[in-house]
Nanobody, 124 residues
Framework: QLQFVESGGGLVQPGGSLRLSCAASGFTLDYYAVGWFRQAPGKEREGVLCISSGGGRTYIADSVKGRFTISRDNAKTTVYLQMNSLKPEDTAVYYC?????????????????WGQGTQVTVSS
C-alpha cells in the first residue's frame, strides 16, 4: 500500500522544538515534491511547508516562517519537519503527502498518499 507514516509528535512546552518524520511506504520519493499539513481541532487542514524533489522549500503558512524548516533524505525515503520556537497555536495533527510531480503547489487537492498523522501539542 502506498502511503506515508508520520512520527515524532508529542507534548512540548511553548518555545520548545520537535522534529517530525514522514516515511514513505511502498514507493520512492526521488522525483516528487512532499508537503506537510496540519489540522487543529475544529479547523480545516492547512498547508505548512513543501519541499521539491530538488530540495527547494516553499512556505505555505506564513505563521511558521523563521521557525519551521523542511528537509528530505531520499535514500531513507523520509521527509522531516523541524519545528522550533513552538507556540500553542501550532497544536494540531500534522500530516504529510506527496505531489505527483517534482515542484511544490499550495493547493491541497493535488496531494496524495496521506498518512494517519502525528499529534503535536504545545502547552505548558
Amino acid at each position: 500500500q502506498l502511503q506515508f507514516v508520520e512520527s515524532g509528535g508529542g507534548l512540548v512546552q511553548p518555545g520548545g522544538s520537535l522534529r517530525l518524520s514522514c516515511a514513505a511506504s511502498g514507493f520512492t520519493l526521488d522525483y516528487y515534491a512532499v508537503g506537510w499539513f496540519r489540522q487543529a481541532p475544529g479547523k480545516e487542514r492547512e498547508g505548512v511547508l513543501c519541499i521539491s524533489s530538488g530540495g527547494g522549500r516553499t512556505y505555505i503558512a506564513d505563521s511558521v516562517k523563521g521557525r519551521f524548516t523542511i528537509s528530505r533524505d531520499n535514500a531513507k525515503t523520509t521527509v522531516y519537519l523541524q519545528m522550533n520556537s513552538l507556540k500553542p497555536e501550532d497544536t494540531a495533527v500534522y500530516y504529510c503527502a506527496s505531489l505527483p510531480y517534482s515542484t511544490c503547489v499550495v493547493s491541497r487537492a493535488q496531494y496524495r498518499y496521506w498518512g494517519q498523522g502525528t499529534q503535536v501539542t504545545v502547552s505548558s
